[in-house]
């Protein structure tokens, strides 16, 4: 059974810095193109980032860019994310995402397996 686990999430100050992790099992996770998403209370789920396949290819949302980086460690089945500045509207639930395809994706409907996510907050 394919699961994404999430960690690292907490609350941090204005400027401050968090790093996520997501933990895959139960796929091939060097096919897959992985991705993090957030929501946001009373907004819709919203692309963050995504890494390619050997991470050919790195995609930014234009509100993180350059603050946060992707990276992947296809040995130990794990992407991460370093969120650095952050700012009170990074506040989010944020999900890891993984999907079947070597092209990386802005759109949760293109990804085929999600985590449960993981809080972050960011004080003004």
């Known amino acids: 059974q394919v699961q994404l686990v999430e960690s690292g999430g907490g609350s941090v100050q204005a400027g401050g810095s968090l790093r996520l992790s997501c933990a895959a099992s139960?796929?091939?996770?060097?096919?897959?193109?992985m991705g993090w998403f957030r929501q946001a209370p009373g907004k819709e789920r919203e692309f963050v980032a995504s890494?390619?396949?050997?991470?050919?290819?790195?995609y930014y949302a234009d509100s993180v860019n350059p603050r946060f980086t992707i990276s992947r460690d296809d040995a130990k089945n794990t992407v991460t994310l370093q969120m650095n500045s952050l700012k009170p509207e990074d506040t989010a639930v944020y999900y890891c995402?993984?999907?079947?395809?070597?092209?990386?994706?802005?759109?949760?409907?293109?990804?085929?397996?999600w985590g449960q996510g993981t809080q972050v907050t960011v004080s003004s």
């Open positions: 890494i390619s396949w050997s991470a050919f290819s790195l």
């Open positions: 139960g796929l091939t996770f060097s096919r897959y193109t």
């Open positions: 995402a993984a999907r079947s395809d070597y092209r990386e994706s802005e759109y949760p409907n293109e990804y085929d397996y």
